[in-house]
Protein backbone atom coordinates (compact mmCIF):
# COMPACT_ATOMS: atom_id res chain seq x y z
CA UNK A 1 0.00 0.00 0.00
CA UNK A 2 1.30 3.27 -0.67
CA UNK A 3 2.13 5.02 2.06
CA UNK A 4 -0.37 7.72 1.93
CA UNK A 5 -2.99 5.53 1.79
CA UNK A 6 -1.17 3.61 4.80
CA UNK A 7 -1.66 7.37 6.44
CA UNK A 8 -5.06 7.68 5.73
CA UNK A 9 -6.28 4.64 6.80
CA UNK A 10 -4.32 5.01 10.23
CA UNK A 11 -5.56 8.71 10.58
CA UNK A 12 -9.07 8.70 9.72
CA UNK A 13 -10.33 7.22 12.73
CA UNK A 14 -8.86 9.37 14.66
CA UNK A 15 -10.45 11.84 12.88
CA UNK A 16 -13.52 11.14 12.82
CA UNK A 17 -13.07 10.90 16.60
CA UNK A 18 -11.98 14.02 16.66
CA UNK A 19 -14.44 15.66 14.59
CA UNK A 20 -16.99 13.79 16.83
CA UNK A 21 -15.98 15.24 20.00
CA UNK A 22 -15.38 19.16 18.75
CA UNK A 23 -18.87 18.65 16.82
CA UNK A 24 -20.52 17.32 20.18
CA UNK A 25 -18.84 20.58 22.28
CA UNK A 26 -19.82 23.21 19.69
CA UNK A 27 -23.14 22.21 19.47
CA UNK A 28 -23.30 22.36 22.80
CA UNK A 29 -22.23 25.61 23.23
CA UNK A 30 -24.49 27.10 20.83
CA UNK A 31 -27.34 25.28 23.25
CA UNK A 32 -26.01 27.33 25.55
CA UNK A 33 -25.43 30.67 24.18
CA UNK A 34 -29.26 30.60 22.78
CA UNK A 35 -30.44 29.53 26.74
CA UNK A 36 -28.43 32.42 27.92
CA UNK A 37 -29.42 35.12 26.11
CA UNK A 38 -32.13 37.60 27.15
CA UNK A 39 -33.20 38.19 23.41
CA UNK A 40 -34.52 35.33 21.21
CA UNK A 41 -32.47 34.96 18.28
CA UNK A 42 -33.45 32.11 16.31
CA UNK A 43 -37.34 33.26 16.47
CA UNK A 44 -35.94 36.46 15.56
CA UNK A 45 -33.89 35.19 12.42
CA UNK A 46 -37.04 32.94 11.41
CA UNK A 47 -39.06 36.13 11.23
CA UNK A 48 -36.27 38.13 8.89
CA UNK A 49 -34.22 40.48 11.55
CA UNK A 50 -31.24 40.94 10.17
CA UNK A 51 -29.78 42.06 13.23
CA UNK A 52 -29.88 38.54 15.19
CA UNK A 53 -28.61 36.99 12.07
CA UNK A 54 -25.49 39.10 12.32
CA UNK A 55 -25.02 38.65 15.70
CA UNK A 56 -26.08 35.22 15.66
CA UNK A 57 -22.96 34.89 12.60
CA UNK A 58 -20.40 36.42 15.42
CA UNK A 59 -21.54 33.29 17.76
CA UNK A 60 -21.36 30.94 14.62
CA UNK A 61 -17.89 31.26 13.72
CA UNK A 62 -16.62 32.81 17.13
CA UNK A 63 -17.26 29.68 19.17
CA UNK A 64 -15.85 27.32 15.66
CA UNK A 65 -12.18 29.52 16.37
CA UNK A 66 -10.88 28.31 19.59
CA UNK A 67 -11.91 24.89 19.48
CA UNK A 68 -10.29 25.09 15.88
CA UNK A 69 -7.10 26.34 17.90
CA UNK A 70 -7.71 23.13 20.18
CA UNK A 71 -7.34 21.32 17.29
CA UNK A 72 -3.84 22.49 16.28
CA UNK A 73 -1.98 21.34 19.18
CA UNK A 74 -3.73 18.11 20.35
CA UNK A 75 -2.65 15.09 22.26
CA UNK A 76 -5.35 13.46 22.44
CA UNK A 77 -9.06 12.81 22.72
CA UNK A 78 -9.30 13.96 26.58
CA UNK A 79 -6.76 16.86 25.78
CA UNK A 80 -9.42 18.15 22.74
CA UNK A 81 -12.34 17.32 25.33
CA UNK A 82 -10.70 19.74 27.95
CA UNK A 83 -9.58 22.61 26.31
CA UNK A 84 -12.75 22.90 24.21
CA UNK A 85 -14.76 23.00 27.30
CA UNK A 86 -12.73 25.16 28.16
CA UNK A 87 -12.73 27.33 25.64
CA UNK A 88 -16.09 27.28 25.06
CA UNK A 89 -17.44 27.84 28.83
CA UNK A 90 -14.50 31.20 28.34
CA UNK A 91 -16.15 32.12 25.10
CA UNK A 92 -20.15 31.89 26.56
CA UNK A 93 -18.21 34.12 29.69
CA UNK A 94 -17.05 36.69 27.58
CA UNK A 95 -20.22 36.47 25.28
CA UNK A 96 -22.53 37.35 28.26
CA UNK A 97 -19.91 40.24 29.89
CA UNK A 98 -20.05 41.87 26.32
CA UNK A 99 -23.97 41.68 26.10
CA UNK A 100 -23.47 43.25 29.95
CA UNK A 101 -21.26 45.68 29.10
CA UNK A 102 -23.51 46.93 26.14
CA UNK A 103 -26.89 46.39 27.82
CA UNK A 104 -28.79 47.98 25.40
CA UNK A 105 -27.74 45.73 22.66
CA UNK A 106 -30.27 42.33 23.27
CA UNK A 107 -33.08 44.94 22.82
CA UNK A 108 -31.30 47.06 19.80
CA UNK A 109 -30.63 43.70 18.16
CA UNK A 110 -34.45 42.72 18.82
CA UNK A 111 -35.45 45.92 17.34
CA UNK A 112 -33.25 44.81 14.19
CA UNK A 113 -30.71 47.40 14.56
CA UNK A 114 -28.04 46.11 12.61
CA UNK A 115 -25.30 48.53 13.24
CA UNK A 116 -25.32 47.43 17.10
CA UNK A 117 -25.21 43.47 15.64
CA UNK A 118 -22.25 44.23 13.44
CA UNK A 119 -20.44 46.22 16.88
CA UNK A 120 -21.61 42.67 18.69
CA UNK A 121 -20.53 40.31 16.20
CA UNK A 122 -17.14 42.10 15.68
CA UNK A 123 -16.38 41.86 19.78
CA UNK A 124 -17.40 38.64 19.59
CA UNK A 125 -15.28 37.57 16.83
CA UNK A 126 -12.13 39.50 18.68
CA UNK A 127 -12.87 37.88 21.69
CA UNK A 128 -12.78 34.34 19.62
CA UNK A 129 -9.28 35.25 17.94
CA UNK A 130 -7.33 36.71 21.11
CA UNK A 131 -8.81 32.97 23.01
CA UNK A 132 -7.93 31.13 19.87
CA UNK A 133 -4.23 32.27 19.78
CA UNK A 134 -4.04 32.28 23.80
CA UNK A 135 -4.84 28.39 23.38
CA UNK A 136 -2.60 27.76 20.23
CA UNK A 137 -0.36 29.51 21.81
Known sequence: MH??????????????????LV???????????????PHKEIELIQQGNMAAAVSFSGLIIGLAL???????????????????????????????????????LPKRITDDEVPAATVLAAFKLAGSIILAVAIAG
Do not use: E
Open 23 to 37: TAIYIVGLVVYVKLT
Open 66 to 104: PLAACLIFKIGLMDVLVWGTVSVLLQLFLFRLTDIIFSG
Open 3 to 20: PSLQSLANGFPDLIFYLL
